[in-house]
């Protein structure tokens, strides 16, 4: 039995009827120009002949005296994980899209490990779809996009070859963050340890702290904290409904307008984000006078490993409140620039405690509704994905869309894959607090547009 860390167990405790805490991606492929007809059904066959599943894959969930263990299931049933289906016609990616809305709203059973894959076939492009979800107290972003990959090859033909992506070897990560406690005679020595990290954490947390609270005090236009984000429509209650929306716009226009502003590909999507939220919101006459605030994951990992949650998360102004994409953008930009130079004084350990003192105040207002403020407004993540052409089964990958999660106080999430030619954006929110959600990819392309005319 394995036991779970701190963080893979709080999204196991958070669950609720209405917020199942599972991430999942949607890819798009091109079929081989010479596919016969049964094409899509014999690649499920072949698929359907595994008989076993890697590490996290066959992991299923028990409690041991009180605690929550991961438990190898020694009674694989792939008919439960693996399922092949067909869009009704016309087969439009509407269609698709309203699909994963629907499948991505139910939780996973935990009497069995918790993943499912789905390929789909009936798209009227002639594209093949898969849908896969795996709960996050399993993998991360990074971790799920490693696992991902490891199945698909950048070669057609050897692609043919790959296991399926439950039967992928993992790499068990080297950075335990912290000891976890065990229900034997081990969990005192990881008691002690426990102790031991964070006292030698304190003393530099302390110095961060201080740093701080001197540029709250000095109003640093770039320091954010948790009592700044300002309550709006999507800080309200959620149903456990979804809406998922997704599309992919070029990398290459987003590189050079990074190149213009010095900045990364990541402060560009995150100005695309607040300036699509600021019409979104303006149009729905939601649009609070203080600038929105993201929480923007950013990973720990140290080496390649593949299962577990090694995140934290910088507080980034999205300059919502500025009308001119510019401005927007080098403020954006500013406020990352400061996030990273604090990160990099600290360690993993020491990261964590500090952003959960920045956050507390804000998650306690917003939980027991007091003032006009809130932690944050919303998520958006940015993986990193394959930075050349891939083939999985033979089929080209075109599209890498992620579906991440939406929780009561955050209606939205927004995540990101950015390949070798595209970022594939994947939105996901509660189909009855937002309404309207599909226009954000418009204002999305509006503001890749108005980004494009400040760089010139």
């Keep these: 039995m394995k036991p779970l860390m701190p963080l893979d167990l709080l999204f196991l405790l958070f669950e609720q009827r209405n917020q199942p805490l599972h991430v ?108 896969s979800k795996i709960h996050h107290a399993l993998v991360d972003g990074v971790a799920g996009m490693r696992l991902m990959l490891k199945s698909m090859s950048p070669d057609r033909e050897a692609s043919m070859q790959m296991p399926p992506p439950w039967e992928v070897p993992t790499r068990k990560s080297r950075l335990s963050g912290l000891p976890v406690p065990k229900a034997s005679v081990g969990g005192l020595k990881a ?83 607040g300036g699509a939220l600021r019409r979104y919101l303006d149009e729905l006459k939601e649009l609070p006078d203080r600038p929105l605030i993201a929480a923007v994951p950013v990973s720990l990992r140290r080496d390649d490993g593949e299962t577990g949650n090694e995140i934290a998360f910088a507080l980034v102004s999205l300059a919502s409140h500025l009308a001119d994409a510019g401005a927007r953008m080098r403020a954006v930009k500013c406020c990352m620039d400061y996030n990273k130079a604090r990160m990099r004084k600290l360690s993993p350990v020491q990261l964590l405690a500090y952003e959960a003192a920045l956050l507390l105040p804000g998650a306690a207002n917003f939980l027991f509704g007091l003032g006009h403020t809130t932690a944050v407004n919303v998520v958006i993540s940015h993986v990193r994905g394959p930075k050349q052409p891939m083939y999985w089964q033979g089929c080209e990958l075109s599209g890498l869309y992620p579906v991440s999660v939406a929780i009561s106080g955050l209606a939205l999430n927004i995540t990101l894959i950015s390949r070798h030619d595209s970022v594939d954006f994947g939105l996901i929110g509660c189909r009855k607090t937002l309404p309207g959600m599909q226009r954000l990819l418009d204002h999305l392309a509006d503001e890749l547009d108005a980004l494009e005319i400040a760089a010139r």
């Design 191 to 273: 008691l002690r340890g426990l102790i031991g990290e964070g006292r030698h954490a304190l003393p530099q947390l302390a110095g961060a702290i201080g740093e701080a609270w001197h540029d709250l005090r000095a109003h640093h236009p770039d320091f954010v904290h948790g009592l700044q984000a300002p309550r709006c429509i999507l800080n309200q209650p959620i149903s456990g409904s979804r809406r998922f929306v997704a599309q992919s716009y070029s990398a290459a226009r987003i590189k050079h307008i990074a190149t213009a502003f010095g900045a990364t590909a990541n402060d560009v999507v995150l100005a695309m984000c």
């Design 24 to 131: 999942g991606v949607l890819a798009l492929y091109h079929p081989p120009h010479d596919a016969p007809s049964g094409f899509v059904a014999d690649v499920a066959g072949r698929l359907r002949e595994s008989r076993r599943a890697a590490p996290p894959f066959n992991r299923r969930l028990v409690n041991r005296f009180g605690l929550k263990f991961w438990e190898e299931d020694e009674e694989f049933d792939l008919a439960h994980h693996f399922v092949h289906l067909a869009l009704p016609k016309p087969g439009r990616i509407r269609e698709l899209l309203a699909m994963v809305s629907r499948v991505h709203a139910a939780h996973l059973d935990r009497a069995y490990p918790l993943w499912r894959m789905y390929m789909i076939e009936g798209l009227e492009d002639g594209r093949i779809a898969t849908y």
